[in-house]
């Protein structure tokens, strides 16, 4: 008995130690001037909640004042009060998105009553302008806007209404007053909790805070916002589109995370709401990262220091890093990090944040060799570590665990690959991975240097080396590419897909090899080439047919990182058709629907065509950030110094 309860009482210690573990996790790197740019971007009026477009909160206090739409209609449900890119119902076309909030247009079709909805910031105050669309369906004389206001996150607080107007009192005595502005009030019913302010939508609605404003002047805050953003996007010349959909995905998808008190930005709102909160994805948002360095330091450096914050227990920055602490403690994903680093670093010259970042990036990419190494090939895997959340999760220590590690949730190349549940990995050599780990050694020892810790970058460039040669040795010479290896049966394995090219990111093939994998595969019109490229699968696969998210589709990301590979080359003339290929296919959706979707159609071009494609997912403007880059409008990376092949040494 005696041995059962010490049982139990070990195991309860061992979950409350995993759920605190979850929550705090390693510690978290919070030094003077990572702490300085959260305080400067959690600050302002801004479209700070995940769960609703049309909802502007105040920080650091957390007032929040949300827009209702209501049709006016007799029987059907016909009051709007929150919505997201996609939801049904309501079609939203996101407009530009200043990163700071400063000055913000979408347009929505609900239902047939068509509304232009923009907000600008003059000082402290806010204004919103609800104007009616010409071409809307439904009469909007019948519609009425709904200002609400309330507090966000249990923030203190009291806000009430008195007459025409409401009334925030805030912490340290701080008041905000809240007006409408329209032709007309009209009374309604109360349509949930909180104060709020009920104008017909007889003509354009606004709202002020901080004094009474009508509607010429709230349209000449707008304009001078709308001004701000113009200025801003046509300082990159030939660049000014794509800069104009990096930084509105940017701006509508960067929220506050309450729970651990920070902006960050999730891969979209819809993702997030799914994991009950905010959700952020490993590569995903390292690139994030990457794009706003474009246009936003700060913004930049949240994203990557909040991914490496991530860092498990066991030394990796995980899958995904979700609300409640729900982390994924089995698996990683593709190690993009110390690339994204270097380029922000490169960009801006920021030392601390190399400084903050290398010791959790050194122990991820330690991780990989000590857990991931088999025959001296990495592997994709996926280690039990008992956390109670995993108990929900049916792929952890299987094949599909792994394949989720790899990023590519259902990629063909997957498909009857072995895996060893006893070390939780699979048994495949991959190229993807070794090519994507040998460029984060490189640019991670090139970190190392710049911080001056000469032991740890020999270390790494040790890593690089042996990893080099094992990856040089996956060339198959007769079909011209670097192939994935069986581990069990020492075979090459004949399917191919964006991955295969990313020995071109690590700089281990030669010329002659780029050159023939280039011209012999990449512009292969019966495998990746074409109208619209590239695909995740060849289009001489049966799964390319498919066209089911990694099983054909085509990834702003596979495109990015083989688009870094091809600068490591004098093959301009393919890089550069990749660029204009890759601009093409998005600007196609951009222009029609304002969507930056998560995956696209390789045969149709587009990625509306499926419920598995995020609208509004921002990796997928790395189809034209690559046009940016192109251009020379940002401070791209140079390309690393390939690393010399040594003789084998000790790898620590």
Same mark, same amino acid.
């Given at each position: ?16 130690? +995993? +759920?605190?573990?979850? $929550? ?9 001037? @990572? #702490? ?62 200043? +990163? ?9 079709? @609900? ?17 919103? $302008? ?49 007006? #409408?502005? &329209? ?43 709308? #001004? ?86 066991? &030394? ?20 993009? &990090? ?39 090939? $990495? ?39 072995? @895996? ?18 040998? #460029? ?108 089911? @998210?990694?099983? %054909?589709?085509?990834? %702003? ?47 149709? %071009? ?47």
């Amino acid at each position: 008995m005696f041995g059962i309860l010490t049982g139990i009482c070990l195991r309860n210690l061992l979950l409350v130690f +995993c +759920c605190a573990a979850a $929550l705090a996790g390693t510690p978290k790197l919070a030094s003077p001037e @990572y #702490a300085a740019a959260q305080r400067r971007l959690a600050r302002g009026w801004n479209t700070w909640d995940n769960h609703n477009l049309l909802s502007h909160v105040l920080l650091p206090e957390g007032l929040s004042i949300s827009i209702g739409i209501d049709r006016g209609e007799v029987f059907n449900d016909s009051y709007l009060n929150r919505t997201l890119v996609g939801e049904s119902d309501v079609k939203v076309m996101p407009g530009p998105h200043l +990163c700071d909030g400063s000055y913000t247009d979408l347009s929505l079709d @609900y239902r047939g009553l068509k509304l232009l909805i923009q907000s600008a910031t003059e000082g402290n105050d806010l204004v919103l $302008l609800v104007t009616p669309l010409e071409d809307s369906k439904h009469n909007p004389n019948l519609a009425s806007v709904i200002f609400q206001a309330g507090m966000l996150w249990n923030r203190q607080g009291h806000v009430s209404r008195a007459g025409d107007v409401i009334r925030a009192v805030l912490p340290q005595n701080r008041i905000i007053t809240i007006f #409408a502005s &329209g032709k007309a009030e009209v009374n309604t019913e109360v349509i949930g909790p909180g104060p709020y302010l009920a104008v017909s939508l007889l003509g354009p609605v606004g709202l002020s805070t901080g004094r009474v404003r009508t509607l010429d002047e709230i349209s000449a805050i707008i304009n001078r916002g709308q #001004a701000r953003y113009r200025e801003k996007i046509s300082a990159f010349g030939d660049a000014s589109e794509p800069a104009d959909a990096i930084e509105t995905v940017l701006g509508w998808d960067t929220i506050y995370e309450p729970e651990r008190g920070r902006v960050l930005s999730p891969v979209s709102r819809s993702w997030s709401e799914g994991f009950g909160g905010y959700v952020l994805f490993d590569w995903d948002n390292f690139l994030a990262a990457y794009m706003a360095g474009l246009t936003n330091r700060d913004l930049a450096y949240a994203n990557a220091m909040e991914m490496v914050n991530s860092l498990t227990p066991d &030394g990796f920055v995980p899958n995904y890093a979700r609300s409640k602490g729900w982390d994924s403690y089995d698996r990683s994903e593709p190690p993009v &990090g110390s690339l994204v680093l270097v380029a922000l670093y490169q960009k801006y010259g920021d030392k601390w944040l190399l400084r903050d970042t290398f010791e959790n990036m050194l122990r991820w990419n330690r991780w990989w060799a000590e857990k991931r190494d088999i025959q001296g090939y $990495l592997t994709w895997g996926s280690t039990p570590n008992d956390a109670p959340w995993e108990r929900a999760d049916a792929s952890v220590n299987t094949v599909q665990g792994a394949r989720y590690e790899s990023g590519l949730d259902n990629s063909p190349m997957y498909d009857d690959v072995p @895996y060893d549940s006893d070390r939780h990995v699979m048994e495949l050599a991959d190229v993807g991975l070794m090519g994507l780990y040998i #460029a984060d050694c490189n640019a991670l020892a090139q970190i190392a240097d710049t911080l001056g810790r000469k032991q740890e970058a020999e270390e790494i460039r040790d890593r690089a080396s042996k990893y080099s040669r094992s990856l040089g040795t996956l060339w198959d010479d007769s079909a011209g590419i670097f192939r994935n290896k069986n581990l069990r049966t020492g075979e090459f394995d004949k399917r191919l897909s964006p991955t295969n090219f990313y020995p071109l990111l690590a700089k281990v093939a030669t010329l002659q090899q780029a050159e023939r994998m280039v011209r012999e595969h990449l512009m292969n019109p019966q495998e990746f080439w074409g109208e619209w490229v590239i695909p995740a699968t060849p289009r001489n696969e049966a799964a390319f047919k498919q066209q089911d @998210y990694w099983r %054909g589709r085509i990834w %702003g990301p596979m495109n990015f990182l083989v688009y870094l590979g091809l600068r490591n080359y004098d093959l301009p003339i393919v890089r550069s058709q990749l660029v204009e290929k890759s601009r093409a296919l998005f600007l196609k959706e951009w222009q029609e629907n304002r969507h930056v979707h998560e995956n696209y159609n390789a045969i149709l %071009g587009v990625g509306d065509d499926t419920t598995s494609s995020d609208r509004f997912y921002h990796w997928g403007a790395l189809l034209v950030f690559m046009d940016v880059i192109e251009r020379n409008k940002y401070a791209a990376p140079e390309p690393v110094k390939r690393v010399a092949i040594r003789p084998s040494p000790a790898v620590r």
